[in-house]
């Protein structure tokens, strides 16, 4: 029997109705007229591309129409910062989340207002600066053991690798599971799931989904699997008879101000979205590091040394001291402004809103990019030359608000900022002081922009002792 069956009043904000005409909207910032499938099709072919070159063909603003539907991309940091922190509450999630939402069901990265916050009060506390100085001990534990698990020579896929490590600090630190059983099928249908959820970047395919095609049919597999291992957590859990003092005994211990406990369902679906988003962007963001380093030696070097000064052998790692490593710290900054784990933050407007000067109707679909924004060469010079050299001298504290945000910022900024930059640079610095992962290709690999940036081909690496 479920333990948890109270439902909870959701009051979801209803999406204003697409605007499908530019009647009456003679203001809007110009973009391409095309109104053919030959858009559509450029926009799905290569979606991040296509942004980058709306936003440096029509500057900071444009519009269009994708399926029909009014789209304003908007790129300038005061756009950025006026859709994600001053007028965020005239938004709601975008294209894309619909489809997310069919596997994470409500949970903090596919809710709304007024849920939304009252959750992500409750999920807090794991993430206080305290409690992620006792992290780092065990973080730094998984990833020895893990890295031991690799001889020199050996052939790798540094994505497999990095996705394989994150997991496992996820579910240890959070939901004090181990996770092997899972790894392989989360791994699996995750891909799957994750791959389908970026077509959806058009408005209105999701009515697709039930469709008898194996597309879909995976989709929905994928989606159940992954459900279901977050109800296998949360059962052996319960059956345990004890709750913990994790991440789950948390949900599974919250009361609201009426002394309400969350819904199993709830407690399911914050589940797996901790599971999903807590580790897939952070493996991501690693590999494509790895990549960037590919050659630069010298970099290893520095990474090896503030090892030795940031986390020295034989003390406890400390947040803190650890994020303060420099060189480590700018390579992801740098891995983070080229290739954005979240490269888009697709908004739906609710209702009339000015942003940064441009009147946005009710209903439009407006679009901030990570991954266009963060090349504006304005501030960041040769913007797709990877050179963590530019971080020096403090650089994101003289970047104005806006003008890069990996995490976005507001409300529905990243929970997990300070918890995937601690582990990033555990396991680097701990490559960098015992093997690490080389690719063993020449050239950056591809990307493969889905719900998260993938390295096309996972990056396949050789292990090189330290
Ligand atoms: C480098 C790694 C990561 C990056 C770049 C990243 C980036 C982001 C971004 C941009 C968002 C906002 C998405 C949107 O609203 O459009 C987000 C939300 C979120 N992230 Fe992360 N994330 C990372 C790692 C993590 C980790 C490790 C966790 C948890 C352990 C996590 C948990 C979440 C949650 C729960 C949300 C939803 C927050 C809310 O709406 O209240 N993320 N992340």
Same mark, same amino acid.
């Given at each position: 029997m479920r333990p948890f069956t109270a439902e909870r009043p959701v009051e979801y904000p209803a999406k204003p109705a697409p605007v499908r005409s530019r009647a009456g909207l003679s203001h809007l910032p110009a973009g391409p007229k095309d109104r053919t499938p030959l858009l559509t099709m450029r926009f799905i072919a290569n979606t991040p591309k296509f942004l980058l070159n709306l936003y440096r063909t029509y500057g900071d603003a444009s519009s269009f129409f994708l399926g029909g539907e009014l789209f304003l991309a908007v790129f300038s940091p005061e756009a950025v910062v006026d859709v994600?922190? @001053? @007028?965020?509450?005239? /938004?709601? @999630? #975008?294209?894309?989340f619909e489809r997310m939402h069919k596997v994470l069901g409500r949970g903090l990265l596919t809710n709304e207002e007024p849920v939304h916050l009252r959750h992500r009060r409750m999920m807090q506390p794991? /993430?206080?600066?305290?409690?992620?100085?006792?992290?780092?001990?065990?973080?730094?534990?998984?990833?020895?053991?893990?890295?031991?698990? $690799?001889? %020199? #020579? %050996? +052939?790798?896929?540094?994505?497999? %690798?990095?996705?394989? =490590?994150? *997991? +496992?600090?996820?579910? &240890? =630190?959070? *939901?004090s599971t181990d996770i092997d059983s899972y790894a392989e099928g989360v791994q699996h249908h995750m891909g799957i799931a994750i791959d389908r959820i970026e077509r959806t970047m058009l408005p209105g395919l999701d009515r697709f989904d039930r469709a008898p095609l194996p597309y879909f049919r995976k989709f929905k597999e994928s989606s159940d699997y992954l459900a279901g291992v977050a109800e296998d957590i949360i059962s052996k859990r319960v059956a345990s008879g004890s709750h913990g003092t994790d991440l789950l005994g948390l949900l599974l211990d919250a009361r609201d101000d009426e002394d309400q406990a969350l819904s199993h369902d709830d407690v399911r679906d914050e589940t797996l979205t901790l599971i999903l988003s807590g580790h897939e962007t952070t493996a991501n963001v690693m590999t494509w590091a790895l990549a960037y380093l590919r050659d630069r030696d010298d970099l290893w070097r520095i990474v090896a040394d503030e090892a030795a000064e940031f986390m020295p052998e034989g003390e406890p790692p400390s947040l803190r001291q650890v994020l303060q490593a420099p060189m480590t710290r700018a390579i992801f900054a740098e891995a983070l402004r080229l290739a954005p784990p979240v490269w888009v933050s697709p908004r739906r407007a609710i209702e009339d809103v000015d942003v940064a000067g441009i009147p946005v109707p009710r209903g439009a679909h407006v679009i901030v990019s990570q991954y266009a924004s963060h090349r504006n060469p304005e501030f960041f010079p040769d913007?797709?030359?990877?050179?963590?050299? &530019? $971080?020096?001298?403090?650089?994101?504290?003289?970047?104005? &608000?806006?003008?890069? /945000?990996?995490? =976005?910022? #507001?409300?529905? @900024?990243?929970?997990?900022? +300070? /918890?995937?930059? =601690?582990?990033?640079?555990?396991?680097?610095? %701990?490559?960098?002081?015992?093997? &690490?992962l080389k690719p063993v290709s020449a050239s950056l690999p591809a990307p493969e922009p889905r719900a998260t940036f993938r390295p096309k081909g996972g990056v396949i690496s050789v292990v090189v002792e330290a």
């Open positions: 994600t922190v @001053k @007028k965020q509450h005239s /938004f709601v @999630k #975008g294209v894309g794991p /993430f206080h600066h305290h409690q992620l100085d006792e992290y780092a001990r065990v973080m730094q534990e998984i990833v020895r053991a893990h890295l031991e698990g $690799w001889s %020199e #020579g %050996e +052939q790798l896929s540094a994505n497999e %690798e990095m996705m394989r =490590l994150t *997991f +496992q600090i996820v579910a &240890r =630190l959070l *939901f913007p797709e030359e990877f050179r963590p050299e &530019r $971080w020096e001298d403090d650089l994101e504290s003289r970047l104005p &608000r806006g003008a890069y /945000f990996p995490f =976005l910022a #507001g409300t529905r @900024k990243c929970l997990g900022d +300070q /918890f995937a930059l =601690l582990e990033a640079h555990i396991i680097l610095m %701990e490559m960098a002081r015992t093997r &690490r």
